[in-house]
Nanobody, 115 residues
Framework: QVQLVESGGGLVQPGGPLRLSCAAS????????MGWYRQAPGKQRELVAY???????NYDDSVKGRFTISRDNAKNTVVLQMNSLKPEDTAVYYC?????????WGQGTQVTVSS
């Protein structure tokens, strides 16, 4: 089992930055793909970004150039640095850890972008 705990959500003004962190514990391996998903009210959960064990990254088009994902395999953490936030980025953000068909999820952290 893997446990994921997110932190760093909150209220931010449009154009501002926010940093989300996720700490993994339990039977975690650096082989896991780590990522962030988000779910806005009335919408399906969607992929924001992921990073492989080797450091390759992938971003949804809506966040390219504004968000950066990184990981520290030694500390079993993954960070999502979000810049130039927009109201449409408002959602609950979930940390995800995946190895093949096995998925683990955090409890989610609310991000609200509003003036």
């Amino acid at each position: 089992q893997v446990q994921l705990v997110e932190s760093g959500g909150g209220l931010v003004q449009p154009g501002g930055p926010l940093r989300l962190s996720c700490a993994a514990s339990g039977s975690i391996s650096s082989r896991y793909v780590m990522g962030w998903y988000r779910q806005a009210p009335g919408k399906q959960r969607e992929l924001v970004a992921y990073i492989t064990s080797g450091g390759s990254t992938n971003y949804d088009d809506s966040v390219k150039g504004r968000f950066t994902i990184s990981r520290d395999n030694a500390k079993n953490t993954v960070v999502l640095q979000m810049n130039s936030l927009k109201p449409e980025d408002t959602a609950v953000y979930y940390c995800n850890c995946r190895l093949g068909p096995i998925n683990y999820w955090g409890q989610g952290t609310q991000v609200t972008v509003s003036s």
